[in-house]
């Protein structure tokens, strides 16, 4: 897909999604119900993503930001507690691919306190990265956004190089 271009009306989950996975195609906009919905989007999409990828999560408080990241994390069969990393600000999880999950809410300004190192042989996953000015001008990042609808979600899905709307 080109970037810009937009399907009519969000995909559904299930076989249309998993085809365009296999294609090469990452649909820029999907809506998502529910919980189990967004753990499940997240669980396909683990597939399109490789060791050294950052993704950066976008999305108000409650939005599904680390809903997310758990469903990364079962989708690789990881059995533990995922809890956003407020206070600790990541946490590393020994899954393969490894991955890291970053949470820069109680940030400010461009402080090194070592994402990049950190992520060095593992997807990372940040949430709250317009806390982190330097994140946004990175144009080899993938971008999620999810917006709060009144039946769910709409995740907005940008491949690295494409151009925030």
């Not at 271009?5 to 076989?15: D, F, M, T």
């Not at 996975?21 to 119900?33: M, Q």
């Not at 190192?117 to 982190?132: C, K, L, M």
Request: aromatic letters at 10%; hydrophobic letters at 40%.
């Amino acid at each position: 897909m080109r970037a810009g271009q937009r399907y009519p009306q969000p995909l559904s989950l299930g076989k249309d999604f998993a085809l365009l996975l296999k294609i090469g195609h990452v649909p820029e906009s999907t809506f998502v119900a529910d919980e189990l919905a967004m753990k499940r989007l997240a669980g396909e999409l683990i597939t399109r993503f490789q060791i050294g990828d950052m993704v950066l999560l976008f999305g108000d408080l409650g939005a599904g930001k680390t809903t997310f990241v758990r469903g990364i994390l079962e989708s690789l069969n990881w059995k533990g507690i995922v809890r956003s990393p407020t206070f600790n600000l990541m946490q590393v999880f020994e899954t393969e691919p490894p991955i890291v999950h970053a949470d820069l809410y109680r940030l400010s300004g461009d402080a090194d306190f070592g994402l990049e190192e950190a992520g060095n042989g593992r997807i990372t996953f940040v949430e709250w990265p317009e806390r982190f000015a330097s994140l946004l001008s990175r144009t080899d990042c993938w971008r999620i956004k999810i917006e709060i609808l009144k039946d769910g979600r709409n995740v907005c899905i940008l491949l690295p190089g494409e151009q925030v709307p």
